[in-house]
């Protein structure tokens, strides 16, 4: 036997079937294509609070791998999803009514959204469309309330929507919002279930929204809207009257995302979305509003802290 022969047989046959196993372990270690390897651009509102949570979505999307750009700030961040701009946006979920086919029928005849009419308008939205997903809504709400301070409270007897009712004519609701025909409508049904005399011209003043903190903290024979996420209704001693927040829009977040999201992502969206409690939403909103704002980004890196 040529033995010879047969040794140059076995490393030729050896050379040959390297390269061929180096490019099969190439191929199995070789990432899938998959939405990972494009960029999700994000939109977000101009609210600071808005602002921060679309940090901490990018960030947790960045965790799992994903190359995620923030949009700039824009007023309606849904609509870039609806145009191709975006593939996520952050924001309250009533900002999707105008996605509704119907929308008189998913606000009722009072016109007001509560959060079971937005969970009716995310699933119309999801039956309807195939190229945007309405994500989870958030379990923080920040709808307003009507707030007033403990001892004005005290001197009006008020710690329910009713006795508010019940004190209309002697006390001034202030509001930023220049629709003020159901909170009125509201406040004289709420008088009469009462069984007294009606409020028949509940005193309501709209103000800039800028003046609203202006206008509690100067509270005189008033209560005044706003948000249950304001970080000074608890770090200044205000009091928030059950039951008002019937009075005005739901708002907890939703996102909406495109096809361009996979469903590994959209997972990993809800679950921030779920952590968002309503005292993680006052917390965020204390961090990025003034005295001593935090930047967006700086807030989003305590996220971890303020969830636990």
């Not at 509201?186 to 007294?196: D, G, Q, R, S």
């Not at 739901?250 to 590994?264: E, F, G, N, T, W």
């Amino acid at each position: 036997m040529n033995l010879r022969k047969t040794s140059r047989l076995g490393v030729l046959s050896l050379a040959l079937l390297l390269p061929l196993s180096a490019c099969t372990a190439d191929e199995q270690s070789a990432p899938s294509e998959s939405s990972q390897s494009a960029v999700l651009k994000l939109a977000r509102g101009e609210q600071p609070a808005e602002q921060a949570l679309a940090e901490v979505y990018k960030n947790a999307l960045k965790d799992k791998g994903y190359d995620v750009q923030i949009n700039k700030s824009s007023e309606n961040p849904y609509q870039q999803v609806i145009d191709g701009q975006a593939d996520i946006a952050v924001d309250y979920a009533g900002a999707a009514l105008s996605l509704s086919k119907d929308r008189a029928t998913i606000a009722g005849e009072d016109g007001v959204l509560s959060v079971d009419d937005l969970k009716k308008l995310r699933t119309e939205i999801n039956d309807s469309n195939d190229k945007i997903e309405a994500l989870d809504l958030s379990a923080a709400d920040a709808g307003k309330v009507l707030v007033m301070s403990s001892a004005e409270a005290q001197t009006h007897s008020v710690d329910s929507l009713s006795s508010l009712a019940g004190a209309c004519e002697k006390l001034t609701i202030i509001t930023d919002d220049s629709n003020t025909k159901s909170l009125e409508a509201t406040l004289k049904t709420e008088k009469a279930t009462l069984k007294t005399e009606s409020c028949e011209k509940p005193k309501v003043s709209v103000v800039k929204t800028d003046d609203l903190a202006t206008q509690l903290r100067a509270s005189v024979d008033r209560a005044v809207a706003v948000s249950a996420g304001n970080a000074m209704i608890s770090d200044e001693g205000f009091k928030s009257i059950p039951d008002t927040a019937k009075l005005f829009d739901a708002q907890p977040i939703m996102l909406l995302a495109s096809s361009a999201v996979d469903d590994k992502a959209r997972g990993e969206l809800n679950k921030v979305t779920g952590d968002l409690s309503q005292q993680t939403l006052v917390d965020l909103n204390r961090m990025v509003n003034a005295p001593g704002a935090m930047k967006p980004a700086q807030a989003a890196t305590r996220w971890e802290w303020i969830i636990e």
